[in-house]
């Protein structure tokens, strides 16, 4: 799975990094962006879909690779 | 302080460079044909040059099409072949869009294409229509002169008879930079806002009207229509193994002859202004190259450099869309860097956070530093941003602001404040 953040919907609310830091981080001013190209180990999984499903703005896309 | 000269470009009011062009002495013309120096060739002139002849068609012309090695002369550099094919492998209907929209404040070439030799563009257009089978094909501009020469060309095709001045439709959208990216011209012509779009999608998957869509440089097309007359080795003939083909550049700022001129790909920085641009001025130090995209060389690293894609992405920087613009003695490099980082920060479409708040913070970075009250905390910024930011917006033009920062320090270290 890899997983996405739309940069023009984010609003830096920044729960996607709390639910989730292996995959989302955040930038000084707050935005967040994937690390590395966006994989998500198997075992994040979870953790990756209720980020994506908190995300305020519905900013993050997760995609079967 | 008074801002750098630099910032003068063609599109600046009252600059002249996209009225007339040259040719570079070694070859012979493509694009910048005998009589379209100053003056748009009319349908009877480009007739007589074979403009709308057929030429290669179809699957066949694909291949012609990779065989000649020509990329996308926009700026991206993406190789035709591939954007051409990716578009056929879509389902129909498709639609071709002949991108003429010129952002780059530096370069003026599409527009002395589009106001010299409308025709070409438009036959470079057809001629992608008929590859890809599109059921629309349009032409997006932005500047009044080049709606008005691609107005009277469709006229003088549609006095002629021909129908396929019918088939051809022109979408004119205000100037911005970022109306010439191609998820943001797809939005204007579906009638939206000229702002770009996270991808994917490509506008080559789902563009206008969500149909695969093929959006092509207008000197691209012109180069295809060439191309279909003339193959591929013809096409080899000028130009580098790697970046085969003549290009139309923008030379600009501290230079002899400022202009737009078609010249082989491979010559170097200082032989393109040597053997068109009128030599470079002594006192020149540096260079912007690609536009305002491709950051700040130095001209003791740059000069020397082969003007094709490979080379100067090797440099971190990129050939983009031709235009190079020498600086001057009063173009000290903090000051340009602080210019253009502002106009970055004016720029920028405010959709996306990290690009607004990105080039906010080089432009009052610079701003810093170029007032004497800099520090090596900002110099070190710069740098990290340079290296992080890229990417990080829905479409490059945080790249360009990004690419400014890490390239203003690494070729004019000194110019920065030092590290503790």
């Not at chain 2, 939206?192 to 490509?202: C, E, H, I, M």
């Not at chain 2, 000069?303 to 090797?314: F, I, K, M, V, W």
């Not at chain 2, 970075?365 to 890229?390: E, H, Q």
Request: a negative charge; one cysteine or more; charged letters at 20%.
């Amino acid at each position: 799975m890899k997983a996405a953040v739309d940069a023009t919907k984010c609003n830096a609310y920044g729960t996607c990094a709390d639910h989730c830091p292996s995959v989302f981080q955040l930038d000084e001013w707050g935005y967040g962006s994937v690390v590395g190209d966006g994989t998500v180990a198997e075992a994040e999984i979870g953790a990756a879909k209720v980020a994506a499903a908190d995300c305020p703005e519905k900013a993050i896309t997760l995609i079967d690779a | 302080m008074t801002p750098a000269s630099v910032l003068a470009g063609p599109h600046a009011e009252g600059a002249d460079s996209a009225r007339r062009a040259a040719v570079h002495p070694a070859i012979a013309p493509r694009l910048v044909v005998a009589g379209s120096e100053e003056a748009r060739l009319h349908l009877a002139a480009e007739r007589a040059l074979g403009t709308y002849e057929p030429g290669t068609e179809g699957g066949e012309f694909l291949d012609e099409l990779e065989r000649s090695g020509l990329t996308g002369r926009g700026g991206a550099a993406f190789p035709a072949h591939i954007k051409w094919r990716g578009v056929v492998a879509g389902e129909g209907p498709r639609v071709v869009v002949a991108n003429g929209e010129e952002g780059e404040p530096a370069s003026g070439k599409d527009r002395w294409l589009l106001t010299h030799r409308p025709h070409l563009v438009l036959d470079g257009l057809l001629l992608a229509a008929r590859t890809v089978r599109a059921g629309r094909a349009v032409v997006y501009l932005s500047h009044p002169e080049t709606v008005a020469a691609v107005r009277g060309a469709l006229d003088e095709l549609a006095a002629a008879g021909d129908d396929r001045a019918r088939e051809v439709e022109i979408h004119v959208v205000d100037p911005t930079y970022v109306a010439g990216e191609e998820s943001a011209l797809c939005r204007s012509v579906n009638g939206g806002p000229a702002l770009p779009t996270a991808k994917p999608p490509r506008p080559h998957e789902s563009g206008v009207d969500g149909r695969p869509t093929l959006v092509s440089n207008v000197e691209t097309l012109a180069h295809a229509a060439w191309l279909a007359r003339n193959g591929a080795d013809a096409f080899r003939a000028q130009g580098t193994a790697a970046s085969p083909g003549t290009a139309l550049v923008t030379l600009s700022g501290a230079c002899g002859a400022p202009g737009v001129y078609e010249v082989p790909l491979g010559r170097t920085i200082r032989q393109l202004f040597d053997e068109v641009g009128g030599g470079l001025a002594e006192e020149s130090h540096g260079f912007l190259v690609g536009g305002w995209f491709g950051g700040v060389l130095r001209r003791e690293r740059a000069q020397d450099t082969p003007c094709c894609y490979d080379a100067l992405r090797t440099l971190g920087s990129g050939l983009g869309c031709g235009a190079i613009t020498a600086l001057g003695a009063d173009d000290t490099p903090v000051r340009v860097a602080a210019d253009l980082a502002a106009w970055y920060a004016r720029e920028s479409a405010g959709q996306c956070g990290v690009c607004v708040n990105g080039t906010k913070a080089i432009r009052d970075t610079f701003a810093r530093i170029a007032d004497g009250a800099g520090s090596a905390d900002d110099r070190d910024k710069l740098v990290r941003w340079g290296d992080t930011l890229p990417g990080r917006g829905a479409c490059a033009f945080l790249n360009g602001a990004a690419t400014l920062a890490r390239s203003a320090v690494a070729q004019y270290p000194e110019a920065f404040p030092a590290g503790a």
